[in-house]
């Protein structure tokens, strides 16, 4: 189970995908998250980038956590695509991101 909400996941997709002007605000929100929440994160990230398999969530998590060395928001912030691998990863894991990004879009 991940331990952040889909809606969470969701802001950072649409943020990531307007990095030129909301990297601060993203930055900002990542930070703010907790560590397990950010641990999940990356976790989701690296399903959706196929470093694991969706049965290896756990690992994916205790690896995150195990080798976390720079910040949780640089780390996100230096991945290409960033936002088509946590939206992967969430299909992967059978959750979606849609209709949370379409309510935030119309700013719910």
């Known amino acids: 189970m991940i331990d952040i909400s889909v809606r969470k996941i969701a802001q950072v ?4 995908r307007e990095l030129d002007r909301a990297e ?3 930055r900002a929100f990542i930070d703010r998250l907790t560590e397990e ?5 990356v976790a989701v ?3 959706g980038r196929d470093s694991f ?3 290896e969530l756990e690992e994916a998590k205790a690896t995150a956590r ?5 910040p949780t928001a640089d780390y996100l912030l230096g991945t290409p695509h960033l936002s088509d691998h946590l939206e992967n990863g969430l299909d992967e894991l059978g959750l979606s991101a849609v209709d949370d990004e379409d309510d ?3 700013g719910g």
């Open 37 to 41: 929440e950010q641990v999940s994160l």
């Open 104 to 106: 935030l879009m119309r």
């Open 66 to 70: 195990d080798e976390a060395t720079t």
């Open 45 to 47: 990230m690296w399903i």
């Open 13 to 16: 997709i649409l943020m990531s």
């Open 53 to 55: 398999a969706r049965d």
């Open 24 to 26: 601060a605000e993203l």
